[in-house]
């Protein structure tokens, strides 16, 4: 027998390779029944084992998401994004993870992607906690055998970087303080609402309101407070104009408002009032009740091409004009404002200029004593030398000067060189003689106005008893702050006095009390003492009066010898006005100082 068959060899090995195929048969039913898969080490490639590494270590998060949008895998864990865990999200659709905005536009990109197009968007989605979390998604085909099976969807994280550029965002458009918009947010709200109304002709009204003495509440309780009373001012403002982007807070104590759906002048006027009589009520400051007032101006939308910050200057001036004749009510602007106001601001430019190049002087007007016709005080009034207008009297500038503030800085030369002036005629051996300088409220409420003076007159060398103050009875309305102001001066050894006397509002009261010199009869009483029986009456109860209180009379804008005569018969101390000698350069003044030092017309 051929050894290389051998039956009982052969059927051994069939036997066994039947037993084999039946066994791995058994095992696979058994693996296979309890869902258990083997699965045979294998040697991976390189670029195997660098796609698992960025699969599984990438910063950004990929989900694979099928045709029908739903989750299929994703690379990691998406727990701390979204709060929900790989298991949870799995075969959970996209789309009931965002926030309802970013559905539809989500939906058009993943449609999009599954043309063929790579895209990329912005989406809210809602974390798991609540809290909304901001995404920037990436879309490409996911492509198998030439086929889109699906979307890969990258996904960045990118909530901080937008709350920081919301802070930045915030920062540049709200007021820190009151939280509310600010001058940048509500002009560029107000040109959106104007370019709306092109079309929808709406009339819209712009009012910039400005507190009345709120300088006072700080100067009184303290910016803190006043802090305050600006968050409580807004939170009143904010219930009568409730929109937001309506009011805004410009700077300091000035706050703007936009009021729209107007029918007509009357609904204007009916929400201005609405607006102040929810400012009314008192205020509450840590427990003392605190009244406050605005002013408001307002500006209507007039025509097609008003832009916001025209609209915005109109009622800025009509503001100004307010706060001119009074305060705590609302004016409408009208067109015959612009030109005073935009004159205005040409003056003060021109005034700055004007100061800085030496270009005012001051002349000087004699005071006599009526009863012997010296020169008993001269007045110092301001002049500006203008190089194309001439000599332009104070009444031209001296009112603008004082509402932009000019007046602070003006003020303070004409002391400087009033009391300069006076020393040196002194040191040359002329009559001493106090001169008088007007003072503005400006000046007069300026905190350091004390050592202000008290340096000038160091400086020049000018004994204090020779400067002498004009204020008028206005400024001593504020009778604590008139009194210590008063008081401080005189005891450096200043003398007061009070001009235009009778214009006025005065009181006993104060005239008793302040420390004053004299007083200043107006010149328009004095004007018709012949003509007016009143203003006879007037002047002599003003001098009677006067003397009562033990205080010296003046008259001022004294024209005519009838004039002197009466003044004289009433006993009237001093006189003032051309039939002495108007106003006149200090070469005049030294002039009549040498010559006429006493006036022949008036010496008896
Ligand atoms: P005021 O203080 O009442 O000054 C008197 C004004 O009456 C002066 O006008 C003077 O020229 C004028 N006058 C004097 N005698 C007569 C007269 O017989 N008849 C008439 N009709 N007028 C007379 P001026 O210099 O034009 O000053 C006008 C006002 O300007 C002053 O009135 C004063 O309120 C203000 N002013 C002048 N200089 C200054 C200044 O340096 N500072 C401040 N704050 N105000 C000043
Ligand atoms: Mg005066
Ligand atoms: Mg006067």
């Known amino acids: 027998m051929n050894d290389w068959f051998d039956v009982d060899k052969w059927l051994i090995w069939n036997v066994t390779a039947l037993l084999l195929a039946a066994s791995a048969a058994l095992v696979t039913w058994w693996l296979r029944s309890r869902r258990i898969q083997l699965s045979f080490p294998h040697q991976p490639s390189y670029q195997q084992e660098i796609m698992d590494s960025l699969y599984h270590n990438s910063p950004l998060i990929f989900a694979i998401i099928n045709r029908k949008g739903k989750f299929q895998d994703i690379n990691r864990d998406p727990d701390e994004l979204i709060g929900y865990s790989k298991a949870e999200l799995a075969g959970k659709s996209f789309f009931q993870f965002l926030d309802e905005q970013s559905v539809e536009k989500t939906r058009q990109t993943f449609l999009s992607t599954l043309q063929g197009e790579k895209l990329s968007l912005e989406v809210r989605v809602q974390h798991k906690q609540g809290q909304g979390k901001d995404l920037n998604i990436t879309t490409s085909p996911v492509v198998r055998r ?71 509440i700080n100067a009184s309780f303290g910016r803190d407070f006043g802090d305050i009373i600006l968050m409580q001012i807004a939170e009143r403002l904010t219930r009568c104009l409730p929109n937001p982007g309506d009011l805004a807070r410009m700077e300091g104590d000035e706050f703007v408002a936009v009021l729209d759906h107007i029918n007509d002048d009357e609904d204007v006027r009916r929400r201005l009032d609405e607006i102040m009589a929810m400012l009314e009520e008192p205020f509450d400051l840590n427990g003392i009740p605190v009244e406050i007032t605005v002013s408001i101006g307002v500006a209507l939308h007039q025509g097609e091409s008003d832009e916001a910050s025209m609209l915005m200057k109109r009622a800025d001036t009509a503001l100004h004009r307010m706060k001119e004749n009074g305060k705590g009510d609302y004016l409408l602007h009208t067109s015959e404002m612009d030109p005073i106001a935009l004159h205005k601001l040409t003056l003060q430019h021109e005034m700055r200029q004007a100061l800085r190049n030496n270009e005012f002087i001051l002349y000087y007007q004699p005071k006599y004593d009526l009863g012997t016709g010296k020169i008993v005080g001269m007045e110092a009034l301001v002049r500006w030398q203008h190089p194309e207008r001439g000599i332009v009297p104070p009444n031209e500038f001296i009112s603008a000067s004082e509402e932009s503030g000019m007046i602070v800085e003006l003020g303070d030369w004409v002391i400087q060189e009033a009391c300069r002036q006076n020393k040196v005629w002194q040191t040359e051996g002329l009559p001493c003689i106090p001169v008088s300088v007007n003072l503005s409220i400006r000046q007069f409420s300026h905190r350091n106005i004390t050592n202000k003076i008290a340096k000038v007159l160091m400086e020049t060398g000018l004994d204090p008893q020779y400067l002498e ?136």
């Not at 370019?195 to 009339?203: G, W």
């Open 146 to 216: 030439g086929k889109i099976i699906g979307i890969l969807v990258f996904i960045l994280d990118i909530s901080e970087r937008k709350r920081s550029s919301e802070r930045i965002r915030h920062m540049a458009y709200y007021d820190d303080m009151t939280g509310l918009p600010n001058r940048r947010f509500f002009t560029k709200r107000l040109q959106e609402k104007l370019d709306a109304s092109r079309t929808t002709k709406e009339r819209i009204a712009v009012c910039y309101m400005d507190l009345d003495r709120f300088k006072l």
């Open 469 to 604: 103050l004009e204020i008028t009875e206005s400024m001593t309305i504020d009778f604590e702050r008139t009194m210590q102001c008063l008081k401080e001066l005189t005891a450096l050894g200043v003398k007061f006095s009070i001009d235009d006397f009778g214009t006025g509002y005065s009181s006993f009261h104060y005239l008793k009390k302040l420390p004053i010199s004299r007083l200043k009869i107006d010149r328009s009483f004095v004007r018709d003492i012949q003509q007016d029986p009143n203003d006879a009456a007037i002047v002599a109860a003003i001098i009677a009066m006067a003397h009562n209180l033990q205080l010296q009379v003046i008259a001022e804008g004294v024209e005519s010898e009838s004039q002197v005569q009466f003044l004289r018969k009433h006993r009237c101390d001093e006189m003032q006005g051309f039939f002495g000698s108007p106003p006149v350069p200090s070469s005049g003044f030294q002039a009549l100082l040498q010559n006429h030092h006493v006036n022949a017309a008036l010496s008896v």
